[in-house]
């Protein structure tokens, strides 16, 4: 029989990635389904409704992330994972039958306020998974995550044209549905319920605080909120970007689609491989020249002649962030106080939904003062500037380290200690 930390792996793969696909199918025909389906009328108030209704998820998911965190550390990660998934699967179904555009944004904060199921799957995967091959693991549940994340729009352009608006949501809440029930039956939890009930009881802000004292942990949440916001920041403008190095009005759409797909196909395809390396050669290693990679290829996008250097230098920039969130993963895993790992992973969810608000809002009023170059050059030198915290974090003195008499760089790179 397969290993059952390799079937959790795989029906997890499937569950994030039709999660994520659903979360962001919508995003191409949300404006067209207000005006056309639900009939807000006027450009402006269709712009307005689109852009809160779209916020709204991340929100709610920033504030309530750390909850279901701490929630899932007393009760286990598989119960959280499955309120997570049956409960999307109601709130995509219910959007099908909205009718007014505040039905479509309370569904969408309520989305966010029990999403859950890409922290509650890391940590199951994480506490399954042998240390020896973390890496491999993390990189997988990546590759599944991103793929959603870029089908999922492509998916929801073509389902739009074939079956309409409302339907989509239909078929996106009995898909998840499905992923759920395949975790119901097939994943498997080891979690000392006995064990967690004497651990002491400590509010979230408390948790916050605990994990704190652990200095590595800061840096790498902030490696999740600085790599979300450099990914989100530019992309409203990047449209008009295009156009310009384009020189025509042409195909822009496109072109626009294809420039921000080639990043995360080759982010898909790569961290599944740098997820091994990390494996073989350490998750710090693998962290800090993906951030190196990741800064420097965000810089060059600034001073790009034309389209195909832009969609190469994105390519690039995509191989490097692909060994960035699985590194982050596993290191966090590696960090992380006993029985506090899916509040670890709750707060690193938090962050991922922190850095796609700010960088959504601010990417715009940035982008006023120093242009879209400006944020490239500001996103890549950010990068950088978190390397070397991170690095100062990482490489401590070995009596400096809570959990083990080793720190990882001087020790075995793949030796994880064991929970």
Known sequence: MMQAWKVNLIVLWFGQ?????????????????????????GEHRIAIWSGVIFA????TSFLFQPLWGKLSDQYGRKVMLLRSGFGMAIVFTAMGFATQPWHLLVLRLLNGTISGFNPASI????????KEKMGFAMGISQSGTVAGSILGPLIGGIMADTVGFRSIFYITGACIFMATLLAL??????FDRLAASKMPKVSVLSGFRELSLTPQLPALFTVTLLLQFAMISPMTLMPLYVQ????????????????????????????????KVSDKYGAHRVLTFSLIGAGL??????FVQNVEQLIIVRFMMGICMGGLLPSVNSLIRYYTPDGMESRAFGFNSSTTALGNMTGAVMGGVLAGFIGIEGLFIMAGVLLLLNMVWVRTKLYVKPGAL????????????SDYHKK
Not at 56 to 59: I, K, L, Y
Not at 185 to 190: A, G, S, Y
Not at 402 to 413: F, G, L, V
Request: glycine residues 6%; positive net charge.
């Open 17 to 41: 990635f039709l999660v994520n696909a659903g979360t962001t199918m919508i995003i191409p025909f949300i404006a067209l389904y207000l005006s056309q389906d639900i009939g807000v009328q």
């Open 185 to 190: 039956f097939l994943v498997r939890e080891k």
């Open 297 to 302: 290829m965000l810089i060059p996008q600034a």
């Open 402 to 413: 809570k959990h083990n008499t080793s720190s990882p760089s001087q020790s075995n790179p």
């Open 56 to 59: 709204a998820n991340f929100v």
């Open 244 to 275: 310009k190095l384009h020189g025509t009005a042409e195909n822009v759409a496109f072109w626009a689609g294809l420039v921000s797909a080639v990043t995360g196909l080759s982010n898909m395809l790569m961290a599944p491989i740098l997820g």
């Open 123 to 130: 940590s199951l995967i994480s506490s399954s998974t042998p």
